[in-house]
């Protein structure tokens, strides 16, 4: 389940490690965030870039670390203006990272804002019946240096689509970790990417525009409650009953309603801030009015926003999405009782956009090719 790369990557080090491993060969503190500085203000494409480093450094640095750990190798773009990235890590294994689109009035495109959609893990073992991840099982965990190279690989996109007033900002509005895998399962790596993507010797992105999104592992979101950066929290519900939700989660197993919501409340309560319940409507599963008014409940106890999301199909899975009215009605009848309630048009339909189906799909279609047998 663990990989070990040839080279530990540079966007995995914080300030302090980097430090600690540069003073073991002599060189001065300033040196790491001027490396730090190169990477994520100026977003070096190689050593070389580096050029106010000595040269036997930069021999040093391309000797010891991997300077971005995940290679673009796709970037489908769909005409509804989301970016589906397939990007082949060392081991071979392929992750997805999406970049979202939300077009602004009377400016053009390029300068929509976006959010960024990363991956926690190459594929998932949390089972959910109607996701393309979870599919062919957890191959491994990702590092943080792979979930933080996402981010980069992102910049260096957007950098040169539209080139930035300000070199030092990232080039996107907002992540939300919402990819392949179960965030809250590579806890650490987790905390660690994102303490560096937080940080001011790293991407300089502030924790409120940063979500997380967790299929319900009770234990990990109290602990995320304990932390001191506040990051957001969106929780994958998709079903408003235990009945429902056992139907289509495995995770309800272990964690039912009964101790999911008081952990959610504890963290809405530590950090107040607005926690997301994820509902993806999935035809004569999830869609009845009795489930919506269910939903309207749990969200109004917990003052929680209510995401809607029509279920994207996934070649080999028989659900559907329900009609539009039915989508409608549901929307209606939750938002009632004044619960905030968004129904999202989904975007990326035509590229595979829900989790984990270009990585599947690339993978069947060259089963010797990069990732091929990826989870089994
Ligand atoms: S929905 Fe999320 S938690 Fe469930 S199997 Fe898919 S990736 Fe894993």
Redesign the pocket.
Known sequence: MKFTPAKPALTGETLETLTARLAGRGEPAFRARQILEWVYKKRARSWDDMTNLPRPLRAWLGETFALLPAALVLNRQSADVTDKLLLELEDRSLIETVIIRVPQEGVGLEHSRKTICIST?VG?????V?????LAGLKRDLAAGEIVAQLLQVCHLEDARTPRARAELASFDNIVV?????PLANYDALLRALTIVNAEWGLGFGARRITI???GLVPKIRRLADEAIGFRLAI?LHGASDAVRERI?P?NKAYPLAQLLPAVREFHERHGRMVTLEFILIEDVNDSLEQADLLREIARDLHAHVNLIPYNAVEGLPWRRPSVLRQEEFARVVRTAGVSVTLRREKGHDIDAA??QLRLKTEKAAPGAPGGGAGS
């Not at 109607?130 to 979870?134: L, Q």
């Open positions: 893990q998932c073992a949390m089972g959910c109607f996701c393309a991840s979870g919402m990819g392949m895998g179960e999104s967790t299929s994958s989660m995770v989790c984990g």
